[in-house]
């Protein structure tokens, strides 16, 4: 954080790396719905559709933190590992530098394909933009808790893990548009919708 109070700069050099998941889902938000609306597509329709697609790719995206190091939790026995009846060959790769650590890579991994499960299966029963939001929430719960169990963490404060805050936004902001936009304009059914062509009116 000191060195972007420094160098402001460094916010959008995107090509030194470092951008987190949570920096891609907003800057994806955006030009999604700019692209939405130069092509009046709906982005509600459109956010239900890719959001399965999102969470399964982040899901498979984690296993790049195993093959490099990375994203790990804190430390942890051998014995404990094997008690997770992990493959051989998870438990030989969370061995590094003499410590073997919690594989934080899987847990999240495994928590996004789950998501990715209920949500295919749970889409056609929600209103519309609701797949969407539900994604955020669902990846949201289980970020927030598998953060705390990471040491590679930005932190905000000494206490207060920034992507733990952004989940926690993440949640309040997607429930409280879920109830809303129940409430004042009752979208119809995903399913009710239709695929193309898309609506050209106003979306509410």
């Known amino acids: 954080m000191a060195i972007l109070r420094g160098n402001p700069g460094e916010i959008i050099k995107i090509w030194h790396g470092g951008i987190a ?28 559709i890719v959001a399965p697609s999102i969470i399964l790719a982040q899901g498979i995206g984690r296993w ?15 014995a404990f590992l094997e008690q997770l009846h992990l493959p051989n060959f998870i438990i030989e790769n969370m ?37 969407f939001f539900l994604y955020l929430t669902w990846y949201s719960i289980g970020r927030f808790f ?9 932190m905000l404060t000494s206490n207060i ?12 902001i997607s429930i409280s548009l879920i ?6 304009y009752n979208p119809p059914l ?5 695929a193309l062509p898309w609506p050209t009116k106003k979306v509410k």
């Open 179 to 184: 109830v809303y936009r129940r409430i004042k």
């Open 146 to 154: 598998i953060e705390g169990l990471r040491t590679d963490s930005l």
């Open 190 to 194: 995903y399913s009710k919708v239709g």
């Open 21 to 48: 998941i949570h920096g891609g889902l907003i800057g994806g938000f955006i030009a999604g719905v700019i692209v939405c609306k130069v092509k009046n597509l709906n982005p509600f329709q459109i956010g239900d």
């Open 95 to 131: 061995y590094i530098n003499g410590q073997y650590y919690h594989p934080t890579f899987l847990y999240e991994s495994i928590w996004d394909v789950a998501g990715f499960i209920i949500l295919v299966n749970i889409r056609k029963h929600l209103k519309l933009g609701e797949t």
């Open 161 to 172: 893990r920034v992507a733990q805050l952004v989940s926690i936004l993440l949640i309040l």
């Open 64 to 78: 790049g933190n195993f093959m490099n190091h990375e994203a790990h939790g804190g430390p942890v026995s051998r």
